[in-house]
């Protein structure tokens, strides 16, 4: 069985505060004790409010080309230096959207730049947005070692945002980075039920997960940001982001 | 707590088997009554054997389109004129692969077609191949209309097939029919933690779902097709694969 339950009574998360001693305190009020190949998985959110990631969009000035690609897609354009500046190319600008590529390497809207929850104290006026976190396999690994330590086990630990798809509506949730467990799991060359080679493939475990947590988070104002994960059924082991980052060169739809 | 639990001793389905009364079967033998809002999510691979879905390739002639496209994607071109009869429209062709816009509504590669795990009689063989259900929204209706009765509730079912994405490896279980559930849950306009509007907004939770049962199923040599679901956190409702449908005027990337 796999069993995914949500942290509660997560608190808001401010700038400089500290995850870890956070998370132990909400799996001792859930009744959880981390076990060896537990997984947590973590709303990007609380990462980038704990990084200090909000920015001020008074303190933005916009350059030329933000201007420009915000009068495309109706942004303001303030926003739009920002994803620019947490990009590596744009993919497509219309009317309300803007598809880039994130410096981390995937693609996505916005380049996941939040207005939405934002801290209290920011959210009495509309200046404030959230970015990725700089770094997240490598605050997830951070976490995970002080987890380990604390527990004295062996753990993964995944960070998600909520991205669209290409042909179907509706956000899902998405890997941006982890650590202790898969990314992909390659099936090429196992047998399949009846001796025949299988074709497919390489199944993104790490995004299945992804998309399981996501579905116990909540968007709204349920504040569920951390789910706790046992029975992944797959192996651990330090998998990267970059696994599941398709190369250009096989990429047909840029 | 949100509890996903394979189905035990799943019997090979061949066409004409009753599935619901195989499901009742290996629910007892895994110890599983099904509750109210329960959901079961299905492989599409034993939907498409009971409903005799496999296709012979020596009966199948190709068209000289089908030659043409074969030669392009390096295909077998009895395949491609299958993955052609099945499909509305066609996105890419490349060494290797054919992305089509699916009868059923969908983007996916091959149609969904499958060559692998095809019934032991015929895998002495490799002429064989499988097609999706001919309508999964269908199918899951009736074995719903089915189990529900059986068991006296008011459960959701949902069939999946793994998808690859645009601009990342490794595929993930998706919805490609579905019965008594939602499909999308819409955030717009509801409150985000401290009292700002949300800005996003739709979160596909049917494909969440698939995502997670996908996890559990494997997809070599287990055999896991029915996956129990406990703890789905969205009220049900009769949703349609329709919603999660991403409408051509909004496609960027056709």
Redesign the interface.
Known sequence: ?????PLENFP?ILPGNDLAGNIIASLTNTNITLNNDDILVLAQKIISKAEGRQINLELVKPSQQAIEVGGLCEKDPRIIELVLQESTSVL?V?PG?I?V?HRLG??CANAGI???????EN?AN?NFVLLLPENPGKSAYLLRTKLEAFFGVRIGIMIID?HG??????????SIGFTGLP??VD?RG????????????????A??????A???M????E?KPVIHVRG??YPLRNGKLE????PHEQ???R
């Open positions: 069985m796999l069993a995914l339950t808001n497509r219309r959207t598809i590529e995937f693609v939040d207005h939405s929850n934002v801290t209290p959210s509309e909520s798809r290409a042909w179907r509506l509706g956000v899902v949730g998405t990314g992909l099936m196992k047998p399949d039920l009846f001796g025949g080679k299988l074709r497919i493939t390489q199944i993104a475990v995004d299945e997960l992804a998309a399981a996501s579905l116990m909540g968007q709204a104002n504040g992944f059924p696994e599941l980052i398709r990429d047909m739809f």
